[in-house]
T-cell receptor, first 114, second 109 residues
Framework: KAGVTQTPRYLIKTRGQQVTLSCSPI?????VSWYQQTPGQGLQFLFE???????NKGNFPGRFSGRQFSNSRSEMNVSTLELGDSALYLC?????????????FGQGTRLTVV | SQQGEEDPQALSIQEGENATMNCSYK?????LQWYRQNSGRGLVHLIL?????REKHSGRLRVTLDTSKKSSSLLITASRAADTASYFC?????????FGTGTLLAVQP
C-alpha cells in the first residue's frame, strides 16, 4: 500500500508570493490533516479535512487555506508569503475523522521563504 | 498552545542502554499517541494507548499511561543507533491532535 505522498519536497519562494502544496493520502483514507513544524513553535495543527469538508482549523491567519477533492487528495495554499512561513509542512492521513486512530504522515514539504 | 510536554528535552545514551521519555499533558484524554521523527522527515506512528489502558508493548517499546497524574512514559529497551530521532507524544484537544515539544534522543554507537 502506498504511503502518504507530499509534493513538492522542497520549495523556495519569495516574500509576497503564494504557494500550493499537495498531499495524496493512503488509499481508502478520507481524513487529511496539515501541520506546520518550526524550530520555535514545534508542530502546530493547521486544519483537517474529511470527505471534502473542513472539520477543524488551528490558529493560523486566513492566508492559510486548504481544500480536499473527491479522491481525498488535499491541497493547502499560503498566500502573501512571509519570512515566518518558512517551515516543514506535514500532512497526515487517517481512516477516520478526528484523531481517534493513528495518523500516517508524509515526508513533508520544506518551504523556504526568502 | 502545547497540550503535552516531553521530558527530558534531550537524551544521549550508549547503544544497548534503555531510554525513557516522559510526557505530561493538561486535559482529560481519550487516547495518547507516540510518534518518532527522524531528522527533517515525516512522523512515524509508534503506539496508541487508550485512556482505559495502563500499559502497552510493541517490540522494544513499552508505553505506560497514568491518567491520574496525566502522564505517560515511553521506554525503548536495548537501544540502537537507528533509534536516534525525536520522539513526540500527542493527545487530542478539541478534536485536534496536539503534539508535545518532543524529546531528542541520540544513541551513540
Amino acid at each position: 500500500k502506498a504511503g502518504v505522498t507530499q509534493t513538492p519536497r522542497y520549495l523556495i519562494k519569495t516574500r509576497g508570493q503564494q504557494v500550493t502544496l499537495s498531499c495524496s493520502p493512503i488509499s481508502g483514507h478520507r481524513s487529511v490533516s496539515w501541520y506546520q513544524q518550526t524550530p520555535g513553535q514545534g508542530l502546530q495543527f493547521l486544519f483537517e479535512y474529511f470527505s471534502e469538508t473542513q472539520r477543524n482549523k488551528g490558529n493560523f491567519p486566513g492566508r492559510f487555506s486548504g481544500r480536499q477533492f473527491s479522491n481525498s487528495r488535499s491541497e493547502m495554499n499560503v498566500s502573501t508569503l512571509e519570512l515566518g512561513d518558512s517551515a516543514l509542512y506535514l500532512c497526515a492521513s487517517s481512516l477516520e475523522a478526528g484523531p481517534r486512530t493513528e495518523a500516517f504522515f508524509g515526508q513533508g514539504t520544506r518551504l523556504t521563504v526568502v | 498552545s502545547q497540550q503535552g510536554e516531553e521530558d527530558p528535552q534531550a537524551l544521549s545514551i550508549q547503544e544497548g542502554e534503555n531510554a525513557t521519555m516522559n510526557c505530561s499533558y493538561k486535559t482529560s484524554i481519550n487516547n495518547l499517541q507516540w510518534y518518532r521523527q527522524n531528522s527533517g522527515r515525516g512522523l512515524v506512528h509508534l503506539i496508541l494507548i487508550r485512556s482505559n489502558e495502563r500499559e502497552k508493548h510493541s517490540g522494544r517499546l513499552r508505553v505506560t499511561l497514568d491518567t491520574s497524574k496525566k502522564s505517560s512514559s515511553l521506554l525503548i529497551t536495548a537501544s540502537r543507533a537507528a533509534d536516534t530521532a525525536s520522539y513526540f507524544c500527542a493527545t487530542v484537544l478539541t478534536n485536534k491532535l496536539i503534539f508535545g515539544t518532543g524529546t531528542l534522543l541520540a544513541v551513540q554507537p
